[in-house]
């Protein structure tokens, strides 16, 4: 067997790995479950707050309850309806099968009235000022509707019902392989999903970097046993490059890593796609919301439980938004993914909504983040494990300041050296 045949391969299934990610994430039962599951063209309403026993998809917020809608247009369009939302923040991603978002519906854009939308394929003949064009037959819809804690669940689900859906009868998709299955049976599912959604034609030139592999046509059988060791090798390597390269930011500024421009909406950014695909799938763009992570002390950015941590905003210098800011804490799992961590408290995220925040005499804040409630109470503690934690602030509809970089997170500092 010529070398340069296996090089070519090996090459060709490290590039497709990571190209076709997204599709098998967005295609995995798990997300498919996410907020209770529904057949397509329905919703799955979440009607409880994110805790640590949902493990459906990573890095979720427990500050919104989810609604989500797996939505197949290739029987026709579909009717999305939004309630009124008055003050409370509602949003509807709607991700293709590549996990761009292509609209964000609701509070920033569409507004406080709610509104009844009508989604077509790529290939409909459709007009008119509510008509939102999709650029892959499968979609995901996922609504988050703002909670302001235990005592606002009733009127936030009330807000909640509201959404719906309502389209042509679709049949259930087939399986679909996890990202740890063996390349076979992953670039069999890949190459399913590539039929039902075609690539955009600027995917041209990396769609030619994996031909090799015949994803158009995918056989296993076809290759031999010195082929099907360096596609092996080759998937292997893709997984090792998500595993160190993590979340791509703009680097670190004063310990936090800021959202990359292209974060939701990725164009040729294939192996950006793919990264957040596994540590933060269905994150919305940067207007809508940004996502910071602070850098602990740990490799991967964790930080150590062991030790008590604690984040200061000055008086002066509060978070910039027009909806609401939280920090989340999460436990990191060997694959990268990012999930809540049980604590005594039940509380996962701490900010400006939580009841009993208490501000210091000058008006500024601080939160306190360890294993150990600081000596001043609970009010502004944010539990972690003795173990590594990983902490991610959000900003929803994040002010210009913010979103374009004359604003800057404090530093998240250790207090008990």
């Excluded at 070519?8 to 190209?19: E, G, I, K, V």
């Excluded at 009607?47 to 459906?56: C, H, N, Q």
Aim: aromatic share 10%.
């Amino acid at each position: 067997m010529p070398q340069d045949r296996l090089d070519s391969l090996r090459d060709a299934a490290r590039t497709a790995w990571l190209y076709v990610l997204p599709l098998i994430e967005m295609a995995s039962p798990r997300t498919r479950a996410f907020a209770g599951g529904a057949p397509p063209n329905a919703f799955a309403h979440g009607r409880d707050l994110v805790g640590p026993a949902d493990r459906d998809i990573t890095t979720p917020n427990n500050d919104t309850l989810y609604s989500s809608a797996h939505l197949d247009l290739s029987q026709g369009p579909v009717t999305l309806t939004l309630p009124p939302s008055g003050d409370r923040y509602l949003s509807v991603a709607l991700m293709d099968a590549y996990t761009n978002n292509f609209a964000v519906l609701g509070t920033r854009t569409t507004g406080r009235n709610g509104g009844r939308f009508r989604l077509v394929g790529p290939t409909e003949a459709a007009q008119g000022p509510d008509v939102v064009r999709a650029p892959t037959p499968s979609v995901w819809a996922l609504g988050r509707i703002l909670v302001d804690g235990p005592h606002d669940l009733d009127a936030a689900r009330a807000v909640q019902s509201g959404l719906t859906v309502q389209g042509p009868a679709a049949e259930p998709p087939p399986p679909c392989a996890e990202r740890h299955a063996d390349w076979p049976a992953y670039f069999a599912s890949a190459a399913r999903l590539l039929t039902r959604n075609p690539p955009p034609v600027t995917d041209r030139a990396r769609l030619e970097s994996i031909a090799p592999l015949r994803l158009d046509d995918f056989r296993p059988d076809r290759f031999s046993p010195e082929e099907a060791a360096a596609i092996a090798d080759g998937v292997e390597l893709a997984r090792g490059d998500i595993w160190r390269s993590g979340i791509k930011g703009q680097g670190f500024v004063d310990g936090w890593s800021y959202p990359y421009t292209r974060l939701g909406d990725f164009a040729q950014e294939h192996h950006y796609r793919a990264s957040v695909a596994v540590g933060g799938l269905a994150a919305l763009p940067p207007e809508e919301a940004m996502y910071m992570r602070a850098r602990g002390d740990l490799p991967r950015a964790l930080f150590d439980g062991r030790h008590d941590w604690r984040l200061h905003f000055p008086a002066e210098a509060p978070l910039p938004v027009d909806s609401f800011w939280s920090l989340s804490l999460y436990e990191s799992t060997p694959d990268g993914q990012f999930f809540f961590t049980d604590n005594a408290l039940g509380r996962y995220a701490i900010g400006d909504r939580t009841r009993g925040l208490a501000r210091n005499p000058d008006g500024s804040l601080d939160i306190w983040i360890g294993a150990r409630p600081p000596a001043a109470g609970d009010s502004n503690w944010l539990p972690a494990p003795e173990g590594p934690f990983a902490l991610f602030m959000r900003a929803y509809l994040p002010r210009p300041e913010l979103l374009h970089g004359a604003y800057r997170l404090p530093p998240v500092r250790r207090v008990d050296d």
